[in-house]
């Protein structure tokens, strides 16, 4: 039986990820908290952030900044998380 949690992002109760998917005590806080469609949702918000912050996963100073867009998406702390000002999706109307 898959396990459920109540999804900070969807706010109800879904399907839980199989393990951790960051490392440390934010890592296991999301496992905790955040559903597999939860966590998709960031995977699609975090492309666009890294995109157009020009952002590196190699970088220690961009993984401090992806964390604070985690933290705002995921759970609604701080500023961070929503889309850059200013973002257009491909398609989308000028």
Not at 20 to 29: D, E, T, Y
Not at 40 to 55: P, V, Y
């Amino acid at each position: 039986m898959a396990r459920t949690v109540r999804c900070a992002v969807m706010k109800r109760e879904a399907e839980g990820l199989e393990r951790p998917p960051h490392p440390g005590a934010l890592g296991q806080r999301i496992f905790e908290n955040v559903s597999k469609e939860g966590w998709k949702q960031w995977l699609q918000r975090l492309a666009t952030i890294i995109n157009e912050n020009k952002l590196s996963t190699a970088d220690p100073g961009s993984i401090q900044v992806i964390e604070q867009h985690m933290l705002g998406f995921l759970f609604g702390e701080g500023d961070m998380g929503k889309l850059p000002a200013g973002f257009q999706p491909a398609g989308g109307k000028k």
